[in-house]
């Protein structure tokens, strides 16, 4: 029986993404001193734009955890292990137990973990004593408690968990190169694990997004959380791309279509969810980031034909 409690780890929203959770852990650990919007562009994941076709809530979060967030963490060097499933398997408990133990191990070597609890949090703490494990998700800067019995039970049948391992130092341009061809591939890919009659990616997703309010067929609720998400996403973004802006010449050109489409999303908030003023700022903003698409593969196009039509492969 024993209890760690790390001080001073804790979670804010900035991205509304898992990169909240990441950044705090790493930022902590010492193991990262970007700021958040590079963390965002680094990962490739502030390049993920997903939407289930009637715009429900979930649209930012669906995807595969434990590949892409697997991924985000080894683009920048990071060694890491994860878990999920469903809580209504019969081997749930099983996994549970063994869940907690591995996070409890990550704490004590003062590493917190990433958790799934009705959206990405970080286990920041554990008391045996208690039975619980302490989180932070960005509302305040108390964190909160959840018994080990609650594990994994949320209002969605899926538990997740991420740990990290090591670290590897790799060369920052490598990086942001691979960053940036990551960005073409989720702009022209459909996400396989996604069913195309109800989500889009990439592209098609200012397609389906269009279309929704076009029609009238969408979860008016859902669609302004997601679009709130995509938002932090473009701001991150552009962020980023500001910051590698004087790497090449072309650079230049991509933070400036990127800082296009991050002023026409957050143009979107400011529209009080007014259908025709959304659908015009959309297909601005789909002209902008398909111009930036192109400038990023003719400043890369050797390496995205060495890849032999597969942006994807490293």
């Not at 809530?57 to 995807?63: D, I, L, M, N």
Request: glycine fraction near 8%; hydrophobic fraction near 40%; include cysteine.
């Amino acid at each position: 029986m024993g209890q760690h409690m790390l001080s001073g780890l804790k979670m804010t929203i900035e991205a509304h993404s898992y990169i909240d959770a990441l950044h705090g852990i790493l930022s902590h650990k010492g193991w990262t001193f970007w700021p958040k919007p590079m963390l965002s562009g680094l990962t490739a994941a502030a390049f993920r734009f997903v939407v289930n076709r009637r715009l429900t809530p979930e649209s930012p979060t669906a995807y595969n955890w434990i590949a892409e967030n697997f991924l985000a963490a080894d683009f920048i060097g990071i060694t890491s292990s994860q878990q999920a499933g469903f809580s209504f398997d019969a081997t749930f408990p099983l996994y549970r137990e063994d869940a907690i133990s591995v996070i409890k191990r990550s704490l004590d070597r003062s590493t917190g973990a990433v958790l799934w609890k009705d959206g990405f949090v970080i286990v920041t703490g554990y008391n045996d004593d208690s039975g619980v494990l302490y989180y932070s998700d960005g509302s305040g800067d108390d964190c909160k408690t959840m018994s080990y019995a609650e594990f994994g039970l949320n209002k969605s049948p899926y538990w997740y968990y991420q740990v990290f391992e090591d670290r590897i130092e790799l060369d920052e341009w490598e990086m942001i190169k691979e960053s940036l061809l990551q960005a073409v591939y989720k702009w022209e890919s459909h996400d396989f694990m996604l069913p195309e009659t109800d989500y889009a990616c990439g592209r098609q997703a200012y397609d389906a997004f269009i279309h929704a309010l076009r029609t009238g067929d969408y979860d008016r609720t859902g669609a302004w959380e997601v679009l709130r998400c995509y938002a932090a996403s473009k701001r991150q973004i552009g962020l980023y791309a500001e910051m590698i802006r004087d790497r090449t010449v072309e650079s230049g050109g991509i933070a400036d279509q990127y800082a296009v489409v991050a002023r026409l999303f957050q143009s979107m908030l400011d529209t009080g969810g007014q259908a025709d003023r959304l659908v015009s700022l959309l297909v601005e903003a789909q002209d902008a980031e398909e111009k930036v698409i192109q400038s990023i593969k003719r400043l890369l196009r050797e390496t995205i034909d060495n890849r032999y039509g597969d942006v994807s492969l490293r």
